[in-house]
Each structure stands twice: as C-alpha cells, then as structure tokens.
C-alpha cells in the first residue's frame, strides 16, 4: 500500500487537537477559506459528488459539505476520522468518512465524483504519481481536480521548515521531509500522466508580521493545482 506508517503514526498524535484553531493545526484552518474560495472559483459544489482524498480530521470536507456537496473524506489514520466524524455530528454536517487509500477506492468506485480534492497529503506518501492517478480514475469525465502541496525550493525549506517549525512554531518539529516536497513541474507531469489537463495554479504565502495567509502568484513555497478529465 502507497503509505508510510510513520506519518500516519505523526498525525494520528495530534489527532484529539485537529479542531482546536490554536493548536499544531491552526494554519489548516487559516488557510482553509482561501482554498475553499479558490475551488469554488471553479466549480459550483452545491449537489455536486465530491471526495476529499486524505481528509485528516475533515477541516476541508466539512467545509465543502456545508456548501452543499455530497461529501466523502477518505484517510489512512482512524484516529483522525473518530475526530472528523464526531466534529460532524457537532455541528450538524452531512457526510461520511471511511478508511480506505485512494487507490483501493479507485478500484471500487471508478469515475463517481464530480469534484476529487487532494491538499497537503501529497508530501506524506512515498508515491504521489500514485495518488494523482488514483483520484483522476475517480473523478468523471469532465470532473474538476484540485491538488496542494509544497514546492522543494530553497525558499520552502526556509519558509515551511526552518520557519514555521523551528523559528515561529507554527508546526510541530518534523511535519515536513523536505525531500519529499514536490516541485510545481512534477506534479504538473504526474497529472498529465493521469491524462489530466492543468487549468490553474495558485500560490499561498504566509505573513508573519500580519500572521495573515494570502493566495497570489508565488509559488515558491505552497500551491495549488486545478485540473480537469
């Protein structure tokens, strides 16, 4: 399986503080409603399918369900889905979880979303070509595909390592392996691969006199891909 057990063991931790904004965990939820702007300045949720691949606690899913999708978020790391499941009987959102890989769903449920969103879980398995593949096979022809990840550039290992987890703390030490960050040309080929056709890019920066997250034209560090079957 396309899973390295030390991550999932790293998340599975910090599981019981996902939905805390002040903990390891706050910048996903900063970021959240650029990215979640950012899809919808594509595609309309509301009664689309739509699959969160490695969903984690369900900040993203749970968003793009109370938008009125269809949702399913799928993940690796029980723990964190007991959390995004319980988060959602909370506040009343509608729909489902389940511990399953990309590619074991892919085999199950082939071209069933409208909508696949895969953000910040590409740098945690051995092989991302494998989840790129795995989520065009489960998006419709015609679908929409929306990726995030962090560049492997001296900038990011500024940015996302030495700064966010040694300097301001942001992340817990050992989040990120820079080696396994991934460059915008490679994820652009691994979607071409998966006959994908990019139509977006965006990237994410991060202020640390503000504390404010802003999407622009950097990419130099964390970004965003949208592409379509």
Known sequence: MNVDQSEIAKFSALAHRWW???SE???????NPLRLDWIKSFVDLNGKKVLDVGCGGGILAESIAQSGADTCGIDLSEKALK????HALEVGANLTYRSISAEALAEEEPEQYDVVTCMEMLEHVPNPASVVQACAKLCKPGGTLFFSTLNRSPKSYLFAIIGAEYILRLLPKGTHEYAKFIKPSELVAFTRQA??????????????????????????????????K
């Open 20 to 22: 805390d904004p002040n």
């Open 25 to 31: 965990f706050k910048p996903l939820h900063a970021i």
């Open 83 to 86: 959390v995004a499941e319980l």
């Open 195 to 228: 006959d994908l056709e990019m139509i977006g890019i965006k990237g994410m920066s991060y202020n640390p006199l503000s504390q404010v997250y802003s999407l622009g034209d950097d990419v130099d560090v964390n970004y965003m891909i949208a592409a379509r």
